[in-house]
């Protein structure tokens, strides 16, 4: 008996020994690594990268892998000196001398992990044009770059034909602000950077963001844009051109059929032929399922539907997920418009009203009444954007507000709203509360935007909400209805969903 326990004893410390061996060995795996550094948190992914050299480089490409990094601060990881300039007090930096291969390979183990550049559109420093024109390794200084967003200004520290340096075939997202065409030499510069991008090999460009005013949609600039995404149409899923022309043509000969996400002033498109641009523009890209547009006010004194711009009645062709748009003075999102767009939508599951405008005017806002309108009109939202006004005049329509007993709950889950000031009277703001709770489902997320009058003195920490206490007073009635269901208030990240870029 003694000899089989010691027998049975051995073999239990053998193979607790084993697995711990095992598991120590797992961990020295790349792949298994990596799986579960994917869940850690950049501080634990820091910590992580003491333990080991192994640990270290996993470790800190996860570690980079989040993080936006500002150009300028890595290139000064280089030998750099600077001369002070008179002018704004800018300081231009240059190269001291040639880097050694140390001083080289520091930089580059840094800009080989960079997944995200930021090229900023102001500051005080500019680069001599030579520094990012050095002899590299033929992947490239940035070899697994996948993003960069570059603000140009006319007095940026970096020029445009400076990025070019910076493509890789590993980049699947650009967003371009360019504020300096006025001069004719500014606009070949884009054109030039666009048309290079078109013939970069192995190029796939997946998001793509131009900020940049072509005049009309003939020009060279506006067709380097349309060639730029022809050439990407594979791939490309986010497209979003604000003050950019888009010649429709090209894009309908193309056949954008990746295309998920887009977005577009109804003003800057053209190239359609004898038909309306946005109608070739719908048949190009077939599969659109988000759709930002911001509107241009309309002269003169009588206002206009959404649906009743000039071919935009196209759009229903799409089967939309999520609608934003942005209105201006003159622009109405009307009871037709809504009860149409519901129709060819019926998945519809956000809808964005002129959430980003700073405009206080009511003309701009809705009536909260119509509050009601949208969530039943639309069953599946989930996300709702919109600027509302309260009137006395509904006053004695709110409490009458009841959900009718076919619809079903809503499902709404995240409220934006701004513009809203709660009636002085107490009874007006307890039939604003009972509509509320009648109208939106309990649990809600919702961010609210306070008036620009309102000062930030106004909220009090001791609501345990960022709003002042008449607000906190009209949510906790809100709960009180809901059967003490609290209701998250707090800032929604804008781009919840990551559809945009």
């Known amino acids: 008996m003694e000899a089989e326990a010691l027998r049975t004893s051995q073999a239990v410390t053998t193979l607790d020994n084993f697995e711990r061996i095992a598991g120590v060995q797992a961990l020295t795996v790349p792949e298994i690594l990596g799986a579960i550094l994917d869940h850690a948190t950049p501080p634990t992914l820091a910590w992580a990268a003491r333990v080991s050299r192994a640990w270290s480089t996993i470790a800190l490409d996860k570690l980079w892998s989040d993080l936006d990094v500002e150009v300028f601060n890595l290139l000064r990881v280089l030998p750099l000196d600077f001369e ?24 580059y183990s840094y800009a080989s992990r960079v997944r995200s550049l930021i090229i900023p559109g102001l500051g005080h420093d500019q680069f001599d044009p030579r520094i990012t024109e050095w ?39 650009l967003f371009l602000d360019i504020h300096y065409l006025g001069q004719e030499s500014r606009k070949l510069e884009v054109q030039s950077f666009l048309n290079d991008l078109t013939t970069t090999r192995e190029l796939h460009l997946q998001k793509l963001k131009l900020n940049c005013l072509c005049t009309t949609p003939n020009t060279k600039l506006a067709m380097a844009v349309a060639y730029l995404v022809a050439a990407n149409k594979d791939f490309i899923e986010v497209l979003e051109l604000s003050g950019s022309y888009l ?23 053209g190239g359609g032929g004898d038909r309306q641009p946005i109608q070739v523009l719908v048949e190009g890209c077939p599969h659109v399922a988000h759709l930002r547009i911001p509107f241009e006010q309309v002269s003169g004194s009588h ?26 003075m003159g622009v109405r999102f009307s009871d037709s ?38 969530v039943a009109t639309f069953p599946e939202l989930e996300h709702l954007e ?5 009137s006395a005049q509904e006053g004695t329509l709110l409490p009458t507000f009841q959900p009718s007993p076919e619809q079903r709950p809503s499902r709404l889950r995240k409220l934006r709203f701004g513009n809203l000031r709660l009636p002085k009277s107490q009874d007006q703001r307890d039939s604003v509360a009972r509509f509320l709770a009648g109208v939106l489902p309990p649990g809600l997320r919702i961010d609210r935007e306070a008036p620009f009058q309102l000062v930030e003195q106004e909220k009090v920490a001791g609501t345990g909400r960022d709003i002042d206490p008449e607000w906190d007073a009209l949510f906790r009635r809100i709960e009180e209805i809901h059967g003490g269901v609290r209701i998250w208030v ?4 804008k781009d919840i969903d990551g559809v945009w870029f």
């Open 337 to 374: 418009d809504m009860e149409t767009m519901a129709t060819a939508w019926p998945k519809l599951k956000k809808l964005n009203l002129d959430w980003d405008t700073i405009a206080s005017l009511e003309r701009m806002s809705f009536y909260l009444s119509r509050l009601a309108n949208i």
């Open 247 to 269: 010649n429709v043509s090209l894009i309908a000969e193309n056949s954008v059929q990746n295309l998920r996400a887009l977005s577009f002033s109804c003003g800057f498109l």
């Open 84 to 107: 002070e300039s008179e002018v704004h007090r800018r300081r231009l930096w240059s190269l001291q001398r040639n880097p050694t291969k140390d001083e080289w390979n520091r930089f």
């Open 490 to 493: 707090g800032s929604i990240p």
């Open 303 to 328: 206002s206009i539907d959404i649906l009743d711009f000039p071919g935009l009645r196209s759009i229903l062709a799409w089967q939309l997920l999520s609608f934003e748009a942005r209105l201006a």
């Open 135 to 173: 002899e590299v390794e033929k992947d490239g200084i940035f070899p697994r770059l996948r993003r960069i967003k570059a603000r140009l200004r006319e007095t940026c520290a970096m020029p445009l034909c400076q990025l070019r340096f910076f493509i890789t075939p590993s980049l699947q997202e």
């Open 386 to 390: 919109v600027l509302l006004v309260y």
